[in-house]
């Protein structure tokens, strides 16, 4: 068995899965799970536990990790913001991703009070009738925005996340005016992942890669205004396509201008585009470790490993850091180092994580004939 180096990799962002409970059954969304699972969501004293574990690895490192509370819906776990409180006193920056429909002034108020640097909030829509549909229920952007109103009203830095689907991909304009217009400081566009719930929505309504490949362009078009912060998540070939339109030395400075959260590097960094366990991991509801939430590749547990022993150790971590087992298109594309391909969609479609990005566009010299 092939060994691989461990490096001493900075862990830049963790995504927690607060909760498997949701309000919203989102047609996207990448948990199977009904609520009924909440019941073994990790405790208030086990959440801790992570939260503890999270800043002693910060500690081994050049900065602490951001932690983002996510879900399901994380408002509704009772004990967030005790969490959030937590997290801040071990000198975490948390950060917040919610589908904002159960926020109003006072939920805003006590955001703002707990010390979240950041909101990150989904519309997948300028209009009720795109984001109501992908989100399936009446009145949920309605709703979202209410909340967003009230995020700005409490001086909440909130971002906008969109996941780009044929429903929704010729509003993408449209939603960077609209987040403007509320006054976000980010839009960052996800593109669709065949987990969960995505993989019914995937037949039907998931981009070809030519089509990922004129979003990617007109993504960079919005970034070159310097207006908003603009970030591709689980889109890596999009930094391809920044070097292509010749962007990619302009961009270092409209991260700082939109306020990044502490700890997260904009683009222009050095670091590739997928992040899967290379700055990224995904803690699940109930401890289980993944290189991201939408590769259900296990890596460990932190009820049974220390987080930092996991992260340092994990074989697959290791693998995916190191890159050099990219298969098909992948491993001959010069991009690779600012790239990689998604790993999550590679494994949705070959069962290999390492095999070659299959919704991207781009043939890279020498690879006629090479299986793709």
């Known amino acids: 068995m092939r060994e691989y180096s461990q490096t001493k990799q900075v862990l830049r962002l963790l995504f927690w899965e607060t909760t498997i409970k949701c309000n919203l059954a989102c047609a996207h969304c990448r948990r199977l799970e009904s609520d009924d699972a909440a019941s073994s969501d990790l405790s208030t004293e086990q959440a801790k536990s992570l939260i503890k574990q999270l800043a002693e690895l910060g500690t081994r490192q050049a900065s602490m990790p951001v932690l983002v509370f996510s879900g399901g819906e994380p408002l509704c776990r009772g004990d967030l913001f005790d969490l959030v409180e937590y997290a801040r006193s071990l000198d975490i920056a948390p950060a917040l991703a919610t589908n904002a429909t159960l926020i109003n002034s006072t939920v805003a108020a006590r955001i703002n009070?707990?010390?979240?640097?950041?909101?990150?909030?989904?519309?997948?829509?300028?209009?009720?009738?795109?984001?109501?549909?992908?989100?399936?229920?009446?009145?949920?952007?309605?709703?979202?925005?209410?909340?967003?109103?009230?995020?700005?009203?409490?001086?909440?830095?909130?971002?906008?996340?969109?996941?780009?689907?044929?429903?929704?991909?010729?509003?993408?304009?449209?939603?960077?005016r609209l987040a403007k217009s509320l006054g976000a400081v980010a839009v960052h566009v996800f593109m669709l992942v065949p987990v969960g719930c995505g993989q019914a929505l995937a037949e039907t309504d998931m981009?070809?890669?030519?089509?990922?490949?004129?979003?990617?362009?007109?993504?960079?078009?919005?970034?070159?205004?310097?207006?908003?912060?603009?970030?591709?998540?689980?889109?890596?070939?999009?930094?391809?396509?920044?070097?292509?339109?010749?962007?990619?030395?302009?961009?270092?400075?409209?991260?700082?201008?939109?306020?990044?959260?502490?700890?997260?590097?904009?683009?222009?960094?050095?670091?590739?585009?997928?992040?899967?366990?290379?700055?990224?991991?995904?803690?699940?509801?109930?401890?289980?470790?993944?290189?991201?939430?939408?590769?259900?590749?296990?890596?460990?547990?932190?009820?049974?490993?220390?987080?930092?022993?996991?992260?340092?150790?994990?074989?697959?971590?290791a693998r995916m850091r190191d890159g050099s087992d990219l298969r098909g298109k992948c491993g001959l594309c010069s991009y690779r180092q600012v790239c990689g391909g998604c790993r999550g969609r590679a494994y949705a479609a070959t069962g290999d994580y390492m095999a070659a990005e299959p919704f991207c566009a781009y043939i890279p010299p020498g690879a006629a004939g090479v299986c793709l």
Request: overall charge neutral.
């Open 207 to 317: 981009l070809a890669p030519e089509q990922y490949e004129q979003k990617m362009v007109d993504i960079c078009r919005l970034d070159s205004r310097g207006e908003l912060q603009m970030k591709v998540t689980c889109g890596p070939h999009y930094e391809r396509v920044v070097r292509e339109q010749g962007l990619h030395g302009s961009r270092k400075g409209i991260s700082r201008r939109a306020g990044s959260i502490p700890g997260r590097t904009g683009h222009g960094s050095g670091s590739r585009g997928c992040l899967a366990g290379l700055g990224v991991v995904f803690v699940g509801h109930q401890g289980d470790v993944f290189p991201c939430g939408y590769l259900p590749v296990k890596c460990g547990n932190v009820l049974e490993e220390e987080l930092g022993a996991i992260w340092r150790e994990s074989r697959d971590l």
């Open 113 to 176: 009070e707990s010390g979240v640097v950041r909101v990150a909030v989904s519309l997948d829509g300028a209009t009720a009738e795109i984001h109501d549909r992908l989100r399936q229920l009446e009145g949920a952007f309605e709703s979202a925005v209410t909340g967003i109103r009230h995020l700005r009203d409490k001086n909440v830095s909130f971002q906008i996340n969109i996941t780009l689907t044929r429903s929704n991909a010729e509003q993408l304009e449209e939603v960077y």
